[in-house]
T-cell receptor, first 115, second 113 residues
Framework: NAGVMQNPRHLVRRRGQEARLRCSPMKGHSHVYWYRQLPEEGLKFMVYLQKENIIDESGMPKERFSAEFPKEGPSILRIQQVVRGDSAAYFC?????????????FGPGTRLTVT | GENVEQHPSTLSVQEGDSAVIKCTYSDSASNYFPWYKQELGKRPQLIIDIRSNVGEKKDQRIAVTLNKTAKHFSLHITETQPEDSAVYFCAAESGGGADGLTFGKGTHLIIQP
């Protein structure tokens, strides 16, 4: 059973470009969470999605950031017009929930560098 | 919203000794408290968790205690080994299992040989 997959692992973008980060949850998991981690800091919740639904986006910046989890395919975190402050590691986690469990399992992360 | 404080930020212990990391939370509705271990450049890995209906949970050398009245929980690692060196994060979830986790800022645990 493959774990949570994220790609790319490393992404370099120039200021003003768009960044697309992908997350495939563990098999059987239908709940996806995105977190951002700045150097030497903890993880900050951004958004929680189920298939075709955004459940909670309270941690997402109001502008330039969007997320989706389509019926088919991976969840995508999209950052438009990136700025240097967007440089961070972005982790997604998946959870089976609905099966009476709370555990969130993390992917390897995407390290975004904005030059 | 939930706020999680974690102490200490750095903890150095001799190999074989015990390590204790403490966290407090603010939302009395929180009912799930996981601990994650993160090695440099790697993903956070769930090492143990506890739910609000339990006061203590143990898994080999790792234990977690929860005091709901005081709103704090702690991670205890006994007989520490070099491979325990990592950053440890506590977290809290208050949405009945349907919310994102609120993390502490992490504790860098250093095991001295």
């Amino acid at each position: 059973n493959a774990g949570v997959m994220q790609n790319p692992r490393h992404l370099v973008r120039r200021r003003g470009q768009e960044a697309r980060l992908r997350c495939s949850p563990m098999k059987g998991h239908s709940h996806v969470y995105w977190y951002r981690q700045l150097p030497e800091e903890g993880l900050k919740f951004m958004v929680y999605l189920q298939k075709e639904n955004i459940i909670d986006e309270s941690g997402m910046p109001k502008e330039r950031f969007s997320a989706e989890f389509p019926k088919e395919g991976p969840s995508i975190l999209r950052i438009q017009q990136v700025v240097r402050g967007d440089s961070a590691a972005y982790f997604c986690a998946s959870s089976p929930l609905g099966q009476g469990t709370y555990e969130q399992y993390f992917g390897p992360g995407t390290r975004l560098t904005v030059t | 919203g939930e706020n999680v404080e974690q102490h200490p930020s750095t903890l150095s212990v001799q190999e074989g000794d015990s390590a204790v990391i403490k966290c407090t939370y603010s939302d009395s509705a929180s009912n799930y408290f996981p601990w994650y271990k993160q090695e440099l450049g790697k993903r956070p890995q769930l090492i143990i968790d506890i739910r609000s209906n339990v006061g203590e949970k143990k898994d080999q050398r790792i234990a977690v205690t929860l005091n709901k009245t005081a709103k704090h929980f702690s991670l205890h690692i006994t007989e520490t080994q070099p491979e325990d060196s990592a950053v440890y994060f506590c977290a809290a979830e208050s949405g009945g299992g349907a919310d994102g986790l609120t993390f502490g800022k992490g504790t860098h645990l250093i095991i001295q040989p």
